[in-house]
């Protein structure tokens, strides 16, 4: 477990697919996590997905809390690559009583600790969509910065937007300043 000034990320179990499934089917979300899916993943799916995660130690897969227990979201790697030290990742703040509280960037900066300084990752990208200021606003302040633009990747509210590809790279990162780590 690791342990911020506000949350906690946990290793993410197969019960969590509960909630996970949950928050996802919310409109905010779905709206603003997902490239192409038209409907939000099912319980089974999100289960299934931990099993392969698990078994197939691809990655890494957290869940977001607060300090009593509660679960706020979920953050998790994909396509890792060890061989040259990259991965993406995803994130989302669930509940909606917690968004643009800095509970993100609270979460991202944990995570981005535990995949440079422990894992031995170089570089970390995501890609986020234009639209999205809440999320570029919380992976800007955790140090990602925009390496290439999608023009017109998207379509949602009836028009085409943009996505960005960002990254942060470990040495940029152990740059900056992050009060929000604690030794766990």
């Known amino acids: 477990?690791?342990?911020g000034e506000r949350i906690n990320l946990r290793p993410q179990k197969k019960e969590d697919a509960e909630y996970i499934s949950k928050y996802q089917q919310d409109p905010d979300?779905?709206?603003n996590y997902f490239m192409g899916y038209t409907l939000p993943p099912l319980k089974e799916f999100v289960e299934r997905w931990y099993d392969h995660l698990s078994t197939e130690k691809e990655g890494y897969g957290f869940?977001?809390?607060?300090?009593?227990?509660?679960?706020?979201?979920?953050?998790?790697?994909?396509?890792?690559?060890?061989?040259?030290?990259t991965t993406y990742i995803a994130i989302f703040i669930g509940h909606p009583?917690?968004?643009s509280k800095g509970y993100g960037t609270e979460a991202m900066k944990l995570l981005l600790n535990f995949l440079f300084n422990e894992v031995g990752l170089r570089k970390v990208k995501l890609n986020v969509f234009g639209f999205n200021k809440r999320a570029?606003?919380?992976?800007?302040?955790?140090?990602?910065?925009v390496e290439g633009i999608y023009k017109q990747e998207i379509y949602r509210y009836g028009e085409y937007h943009d996505t960005y590809a960002m990254c942060v790279c470990r040495e940029d990162f152990n740059r900056g300043n992050c009060s929000c780590i604690e030794e766990a």
């Open 29 to 31: 979300v779905l709206d």
């Open 136 to 145: 570029i606003r919380c992976y800007e302040k955790a140090g990602f910065k």
């Open 97 to 99: 009583e917690y968004r």
């Open 1 to 3: 477990m690791f342990t």
């Open 63 to 85: 869940v977001i809390e607060n300090k009593q227990g509660e679960f706020l979201g979920s953050c998790h790697t994909m396509w890792m690559n060890m061989r040259n030290g």
